[in-house]
C-alpha cells in the first residue's frame, strides 16, 4: 500500500490535526497540496478542493485509512496525542487477534485507524475457516501498560492498510480478486478482506453503511488508493487484465490509473528503482 489522497475542504486545519494529533510530519507542502508521513515515507497526501460538497455517509468511497505502527509503544505514543488534541474524535478499540487498532475520524469525517501488528505466527497459516476474535481494549488501560512519556513519536510507519465502502461484495470480489489479483483472507458476506503475499489484509471493503450504493459522487473525502508492485511488468500486466475485463485505465508511462465498479481512483506504480 501506498498514500492515501484525502480531498480536503480546509487544507491548513487538517495538515495541523494530521501533524499534531496524529502525529505525523509534513513531508512536503506546496500550493493547494500537503503530504505527510513518517521518517520520509509519506502516509497521507491532503489536496485542498474546497468547492466539493461533503462525503455523504451512504455513499461508496472511505471508511478508513489505516496506519501501521512498529511496536506497541509507538502506537501508544500516537493513541495518546490523538487522546491530548482530538479525544472527542475517538470511536473505539478492538484486539482482532492479529492486531490492536483504536478508531477516530479527522475533522472532515474522514475514518482513521491506528493499529499494531501482532507477530505473524500468531495469525498467519491459521486452518481454513479460521476467524479472528475481536474483542474491547481499555483504551486507559492500554495507554498505563504502553505509554512510554520519554519516548518521542518519530518511529516510523506506514499505511498498513485501506479500507473502502463499496456498493456490494460480490461485484468487489470481482473487480478487486478476479481482475487485480488480490488473495482472498476473510469473506464475511458484508465485509470482505483481501491481501497480498499473506498480510491479513491490505484491503478491506464493507457495506455495513453502502449497501446498495452506485457510483460515488465527486465529494470530500477519498482522492484515490495508491498501490505500489513490485516491477513496471506486473504493472503492465495488470493493465491487460483490467483491459480484458473492460475496464478503462490511463497509463502515463510510470503510473496506472483505474476506478473501481463504484468511481475510486486506483494508482498503480511500481517499486521505486523498479524498472
Not at 510507519?157 to 463499496?166: P, S
Not at 471493503?205 to 516491477?231: F, I, K, Q, Y
Request: charged share 20%; hydrophobic share 40%.
Amino acid at each position: 500500500m501506498d498514500t492515501v489522497e484525502l480531498l480536503v475542504g480546509d487544507l491548513d486545519a487538517q495538515t495541523e490535526f494530521y501533524r499534531r494529533a496524529v502525529t505525523l510530519e509534513v513531508l512536503d507542502q506546496s500550493g493547494p497540496r500537503a503530504t505527510l508521513g513518517r521518517d520520509g515515507i509519506p502516509i497521507v497526501t491532503l489536496t485542498h478542493t474546497p468547492d466539493l460538497p461533503p462525503f455523504r455517509r451512504h455513499d461508496a468511497g472511505l471508511y478508513h485509512t489505516a496506519i501501521a505502527f512498529p511496536d506497541r509503544a509507538a502506537l501508544a505514543a500516537a493513541v495518546m496525542s490523538m487522546a491530548r488534541h482530538a479525544g472527542h474524535l475517538y470511536e473505539g478499540a478492538t484486539d482482532h487477534t492479529f492486531s490492536n487498532a483504536f478508531y477516530f475520524h479527522d475533522p472532515e469525517g474522514n475514518g482513521i485507524e491506528l493499529y499494531w501488528d501482532r507477530p505473524v505466527e500468531v495469525w498467519q497459516n491459521k486452518p481454513a475457516g479460521w476467524m479472528p476474535q475481536n474483542l474491547a481494549i481499555d483504551p486507559n488501560a492500554f495507554l498505563r501498560e504502553h505509554f512510554d512519556p520519554s519516548r518521542e513519536s518519530t518511529d516510523e510507519a506506514t499505511i498498513g492498510h485501506v479500507h473502502l465502502q463499496v456498493g456490494d461484495i460480490a461485484t468487489a470480489r470481482r473487480f478487486y480478486v478476479d481482475t487485480l489479483g488480490f488473495d482472498v483472507v476473510m469473506d464475511l458476506g458484508s465485509a470482505l478482506f483481501i491481501s497480498a503475499g499473506g498480510y491479513h489484509h491490505h484491503i478491506g471493503m464493507n457495506t455495513w453503511h453502502s449497501a446498495g450504493a452506485g457510483p460515488r459522487a465527486v465529494s470530500l473525502g477519498l482522492g484515490d488508493v495508491r498501490l505500489r508492485m513490485p516491477e513496471r511488468s506486473d504493472v503492465l500486466a495488470l493493465a491487460d487484465r483490467a483491459r480484458h475485463s473492460g475496464i478503462a485505465t490511463e497509463d502515463d508511462g510510470r503510473s496506472l490509473r483505474l476506478r473501481d465498479p463504484w468511481g475510486t481512483l486506483l494508482t498503480v506504480t511500481p517499486e521505486e528503482g523498479a524498472a
